[in-house]
């Protein structure tokens, strides 16, 4: 198989296995933050929670509630404790053993966490820790609470912090210093992160070896399937192109082997018409010789071809006085056009130089294209040859009045035993050959050939010969 194909089928590959990977990625990214803001969300709740059981108990400056031996006292409010007529005595529940209870419970129970902390705590305990120092510290105005993993002893947790800001309930135990609106610390909850976090790893991971299984069966299919095709016909190409050289080679064997018998029967056959005196005898004569001229074209067209194709054309380049050839195969059709009435004319400046081509060779490139030019042009019109030499190098041209050549066949006169839909005018044997072989001789001499036509505009071909030549 060609480097051209194996490589655009591994960058087709390359692309395709980069973008299955990058959306299995990306879903796993998508899913990381799902879970984060799944987590944030429960977090997010049950700061709702505590918030409410808080602004209820601060609502009423705090509960009493009868002071049993299981129920704790808080020196902090301790003072305001008191003993009903009845006899029962009566504890002062500030908001903070409250949530610290319900957190407790909470916490084995469920096994999450949750607590009031403080700027400037009355009671040290409330002290933040540094994560909550940090997010009570770099919320901006107005934020409503500040999340984040942490990495703690007990595994990952997840965490959040929302502000308490201080309103006109909170100066009765917390006197008045403040005012109302400053922030005075937080309600900070801690979430178990730790399977989630598993979870997310895990997923990931899945999604990590899903991908790679994709790529490697992304691997074996375009292998199988292109790979392995584009080989088998590279294979069928270099099949066919030995196929090829054979007929070239059986194709240039038979022409060879046709010539020596067809060549005595043109010379018996001039014999004949040296010597014969009978005008009917003489008259089949002249067709045999008309016949056998034709048949040596074809079978001289035939060798050419096959000569080119299977390399056996070896060009004689040597320094050739362009305009000299040009003028001679100028004058040479110009003989055979007059039998048509067209006239060949040469437009040619002086100074085209010398270039080192076959002679004989370009000669009958220029003699194809000029005869093929007179071949489709009608009586009483003019093919003219032109030529310059210029900064990219040298073009000559034959440009006829003639039938032209339609659209969709332009692509196509150059290859052998194509045959353009329009007719030679007077009848003129044509195989298909002739503009195959005016290729094949330029594109040897480093030169390129390109046609310009129009059915009813005539035709222009144009040789370019490269600089330096
Ligand atoms: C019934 C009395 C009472 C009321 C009303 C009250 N607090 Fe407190 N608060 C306390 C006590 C007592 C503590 C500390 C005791 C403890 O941690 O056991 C405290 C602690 C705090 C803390 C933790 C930091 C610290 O100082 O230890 C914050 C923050 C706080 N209160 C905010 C508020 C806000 C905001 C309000 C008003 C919405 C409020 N409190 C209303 C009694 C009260």
Not at 91 to 100: F, Q
Not at 172 to 187: A, D, E, F, V
Not at 347 to 354: F, I, K
Request: hydrophobic residues 40%; charged residues 25%; contains cysteine.
């Amino acid at each position: 198989m060609d480097r051209g194909a194996k490589f655009y089928v591994m960058s087709a590959g390359l692309i395709l296995g980069t973008a299955v990977c990058s959306v299995m990625l990306g879903m796993a990214f998508k899913q990381d933050e799902m879970l984060h803001e799944q987590a944030r969300k429960r977090a997010s709740a049950l700061a709702d929670m505590a918030m409410l059981a808080r602004d209820w108990n601060t609502a009423y400056g705090g509960v009493f509630v009868e002071r049993t031996p299981s129920v704790a006292v808080s020196p902090f409010t301790e003072g305001r404790d008191f003993t009903a007529p009845d006899g029962k005595a009566y504890t002062l529940k500030s908001h903070m053993p409250m949530i610290r209870e319900i957190s407790e419970r909470a916490r084995i129970s469920n096994g999450f966490a949750f607590r009031i902390t403080g700027l400037e705590p009355l009671n040290p305990v409330n002290t933040p820790d540094d994560w909550e120092k940090a997010a009570l510290s770099g919320l901006k105005p107005g934020e409503r609470e500040a999340t984040g993993v942490v990495e703690a002893p007990g595994g990952m947790q997840f965490r959040s912090v929302r502000p308490l800001y201080s309103d006109a309930s909170c100066r009765s135990c917390h006197g008045g210093s403040g005012g109302s609106g400053t922030l005075m610390g937080g309600i900070s909850v801690t979430l178990p992160y730790q399977d989630l976090h598993a979870a997310i790893r895990r997923n990931f991971i899945a999604m990590l070896s899903l991908s790679a299984a994709l790529l490697v069966l992304f691997g074996l299919t375009i292998y199988f399937l292109i790979w392995k095709m584009l080989d088998r016909l590279s294979r069928q190409k270099a099949e066919l192109a030995a196929l090829n050289e054979t007929k070239d080679r059986l194709l240039g064997m038979a022409a060879h082997d046709l010539r020596t018998p067809l060549a005595g029967v043109v010379g018996l056959a001039g014999l004949l018409r040296e010597e014969s005196k009978d005008p009917l005898a003489l008259g089949f004569v002249e067709g045999i010789l008309e016949s056998s001229a034709r048949m040596l074209g074809l079978i001289n067209e035939l060798l050419d071809v096959t000569k080119i194709n299977t390399g056996k054309l070896d060009l004689k380049p040597r320094p050739t006085d362009i305009k000299g050839l040009l003028v001679e195969s100028v004058r040479f059709n110009a003989m055979l056009a007059r039998q048509k009435d067209i006239a060949v004319v040469a437009e040619l400046p002086d100074g085209l130089g010398t270039a080192s081509v076959d002679p004989d060779r370009f000669k009958q490139v220029l003699d194809n294209l000029i005869s093929n030019a007179v071949k489709y042009s009608d009586p009483r019109t003019t093919v003219t040859v032109g030529a310059r030499l210029d900064a990219d190098g040298r073009s000559i041209w034959v440009q006829d009045q003639g039938v032209g050549i339609k659209e969709e066949e332009l692509g196509r006169v150059f290859d052998e035993f194509f045959k353009a839909s329009s007719r030679p005018t007077a009848g003129e044997s044509s195989h298909g050959l002739g503009l195959a072989i005016v290729k094949k001789i330029v594109e040897s001499h480093g030169g390129t050939v390109s046609v310009n036509s129009a059915p009813g505009k005539g035709s222009r071909f144009v040789v370019r010969l490269p600089k330096g030549l």
